[in-house]
């Protein structure tokens, strides 16, 4: 019994250190020892010696004053190793920047994850006037374009087991129901791609496919450009280059 109760803390000590790294990759920024306890819930005691631990591990750092923490380079350095490993991310290089050419505008490559879209991969756009984007941020997946293209992939009721019925607004365009986001799914299905209309940032659309090399899919490809300057002419555009880049980076990766 005690063997098992020691490896039973150990357990519970892996699965803090997780949701503390968690915490912080969430929430940028230098934090007090009271705000990521009230955050977490661990006691303040326990929560100290494992925030000095991973201090010293490089995992967290520390402000001048050694009383607020904030997340560590080597976190930097194990998420740079996952996109410098993944295979999807190398196959879709040359697509990127030939999307990236043929639109002008900031093109990405995500992943669902759980109801978030990661980024793992971007090209910055071409213009002064453009979205600002970082590989590894995280977005919902019900209010953007990329997410959208994802859930198309997936039946209603998997959809429904992933979200939730009331669904956060992150700008007065959200769709906030999951039902009528499962509608808006349909016709994604149908047309195949979906739409951003300023539903994750004000004066930003975003169209986006998903990449079909497993089913449900887990990657896809998108474009971001202002309100102002998306014509008629430039959509349908940015659309035919995200056809042609689903088609070429669904050949680049058959064999994964």
């Known amino acids: 019994m005690a063997g098992a109760d020691a490896n039973g803390a150990q357990v519970k000590s892996a699965v803090r250190t997780v949701e503390l790294l968690e915490f912080f990759a969430g929430r940028p920024g230098m934090h007090t020892l009271a705000a990521v ?18 201090v010293e591990l490089g995992w967290v750092e520390t402000d001048a004053t050694g009383t607020r923490y904030g997340i560590g380079v080597r976190a930097l350095l194990v998420g740079t190793s996952y996109i410098d490993g993944d295979e999807v991310v190398a196959a879709a290089r040359t697509t990127l920047d030939r999307l990236s050419d043929d639109t002008t505008e900031t093109v990405h490559l995500a992943r669902l994850d759980g109801t978030s879209v990661v980024y793992l991969a ?11 984007t970082r590989v590894g941020r995280r977005l919902p997946a019900h209010s953007t374009a990329l997410g959208k293209a994802l859930l198309a992939t997936w039946d209603d009721e998997q959809v429904r087991r992933l979200l939730p019925e009331s669904l956060p607004a992150v700008t007065e365009r959200t769709i906030t129901d999951r039902e009528r986001l499962i509608e808006e799914l349909g016709t994604v299905r149908e047309q195949g ?7 994750n940032t004000l004066g930003l659309r975003c169209f986006a496919v998903a990449i079909p090399y497993r089913t449900p899919a887990r990657d896809a490809l998108s474009c971001s450009v202002p309100a102002a300057r998306l014509t008629p002419g430039h959509e349908q555009l940015i659309k035919d280059a995200l056809f042609d880049a689903r088609d070429r980076l669904t050949l680049a990766t058959r064999r994964l």
């Open 37 to 54: 306890q009230e955050a977490v819930g661990y006691p303040k005691s326990s929560l100290y010696m494992l925030l000095r631990t991973l």
């Open 122 to 132: 971007t090209r910055q756009s071409q213009h002064h006037l453009r979205p600002f």
């Open 193 to 199: 791609y979906a739409v951003d209309r300023e539903e």
